[in-house]
C-alpha cells in the first residue's frame, strides 16, 4: 500500500485494462506505468495550482471516462482504406460492424466519413476483398476535463499523435504550463478556458515550454495549493 496520492499535484494515474481487452488498441498498462514513473513519482514535490488528473483509455469506449480528466489518452487505430479493393457489396461486413455509422456503400463504393468516425478498428480486417487491410495506432489527448460538481469534458487536440514519445511530451508540457500559467485553485480546464484553447494548443506542439522546463520547475509558484481534498 502507498499513501500520499491526494494534493495539489499530478494524482495516480488511472487506466483501463486495454492492455488484455479485446478492444484495447494501445498498451494501456505500459504506457500508464511510464507515466506514473516519470509525472508521479518524479514530479511528486512539483506544487500545481490544483490536481491534476491523467487517466488513459484504451479505445473510443472510454471505459475509465479519460476524457473527465484534466489530461486523457484514447487509443486510436486509423483504417487504411484502399478503394481499389472495395467491391462495394451490397451487403457490406464494414458498414455492418461500424458502431458510428460512419461507413456507408455509396454508389458501388465504400466511403468513411472521416468527421464521424472515431478511429475504433473495428473495421480493420473485416472487409472480405480487403479494402481496410490494416490502421496505423495513435493516440489522442484531451485536455481540461473534469468529474465532480462541475462536469466538463475536455476538448481534443486536432493532432492524434503516433508515437509514445510524442504523448510523454504532451503531457509533460502540459503540467510546465498549469504550473506556469494556471491560478492557485484553478483547475486545468479553467485555466484552458481563460487562455483559450487554441492558444494552449499551440503551446503545447511547440517545445518552448520544454526549454523553459527548469525555470518554471524552480519558479516559487503555488506555495499552498488549491487542492482540499
Known amino acids: ?4 496520492g491526494t494534493g ?14 479485446q478492444y484495447g488498441l494501445i498498451d494501456t498498462f505500459g504506457i500508464s506505468e511510464e507515466i506514473h514513473e516519470k509525472f508521479y513519482n518524479s ?3 512539483v506544487k ?7 487517466g488513459v483509455g ?21 483504417p487504411n482504406f484502399d478503394e481499389d479493393f472495395c467491391n462495394g457489396c451490397r451487403k457490406c461486413p464494414v458498414e455492418d460492424i461500424c458502431p ?11 466511403h468513411i466519413d472521416r468527421d464521424v468516425c472515431n478511429n475504433c478498428g473495428r473495421c480493420v480486417g473485416k472487409c ?24 466538463g469534458r475536455g476538448i481534443p487536440l486536432s493532432k492524434i499523435f503516433s508515437t509514445k514519445e510524442e504523448v510523454m511530451d504532451v503531457i509533460e508540457k502540459a503540467i510546465l504550463l498549469y504550473r506556469e500559467q494556471g491560478k492557485t485553485g484553478e483547475r486545468f480546464g479553467a485555466t484552458i478556458e481563460r487562455l483559450g484553447f487554441e492558444n ?23 506555495t499552498t495549493g488549491g487542492a482540499t481534498c
Not at 458510428?100 to 465504400?110: E, F, R, S, T, Y
Open 8 to 21: 495539489s499535484r499530478v494524482r495516480p494515474i488511472v487506466s483501463c485494462k486495454g492492455t488484455t481487452c
Open 58 to 78: 484504451g479505445c473510443p469506449n472510454n471505459c475509465v471516462k479519460p476524457d473527465l480528466n484534466d489530461l486523457g489518452v484514447v487509443g486510436q487505430l486509423i
Open 128 to 151: 472480405h476483398f480487403d479494402s481496410i487491410e490494416d490502421g496505423k495506432v495513435g493516440y489522442k489527448i484531451y485536455l481540461g476535463g473534469r468529474w465532480g460538481k462541475r462536469v
Open 200 to 222: 494552449v494548443e499551440a503551446q503545447l506542439l511547440s517545445n518552448d515550454i520544454l526549454d523553459r522546463k527548469q525555470e518554471i520547475l524552480e519558479a516559487n509558484l503555488h
Open 43 to 45: 514530479y511528486y514535490d
Open 100 to 110: 458510428m455509422d460512419a461507413a456507408k456503400v455509396v454508389d458501388d463504393v465504400l
Open 1 to 4: 500500500m502507498v499513501t500520499g
Open 48 to 54: 500545481l495550482p490544483h490536481k491534476f488528473k491523467i
